[in-house]
């Protein structure tokens, strides 16, 4: 589980994340969405392993609370960016979705530099 407990290892994951989602978004309709999304999902299965691991070394400091409130706006910003493209297939609306997505992707983006195992960005 030391080789998930990676702070590069994550930041990658969701990088790809965040482009393969806005791939998916830009194709809106066909093959080609469909085989992002799926895609997408399987990285979705990274993002959590590593975050999960980030958890776990970050539970062993004092800052456990942050951490867990940085894993809730992770697994939120993975369920907009689904309930998004979900939505976009169906032909619904999904205004809501995105703004909650952008306020929970800074929440946890804050959060994620913010905290000891993340990087001095915002310090």
């Given at each position: ?23 998916s ?26 975050g ?12 456990g ?52 195992l ?6």
């Amino acid at each position: 589980m030391d080789f998930l407990a990676n702070t590069h290892l994550h930041i990658t994951a969701w990088v790809l994340g965040i482009i393969l989602f806005f791939v998916s978004v830009l194709l809106k309709t066909g093959k080609g969405q469909k085989i992002t999304h799926m895609v997408l999902r399987l990285v979705y299965v990274f993002i959590i392993l590593t975050g999960v691991a980030l958890f776990m070394v970050g539970m062993d400091s004092d800052m456990g609370m942050l951490y867990g409130f940085k894993f809730l706006g992770g697994i939120l910003v993975i369920g907009m960016m689904e309930m998004i493209l979900v939505r976009m297939k169906k032909q619904k609306p999904t205004t809501m979705f995105w703004v909650l997505l952008f306020v929970f992707l800074f929440i946890t983006m804050f959060l994620g530099f913010s905290l000891p195992l993340g990087s001095s960005f915002l310090a």
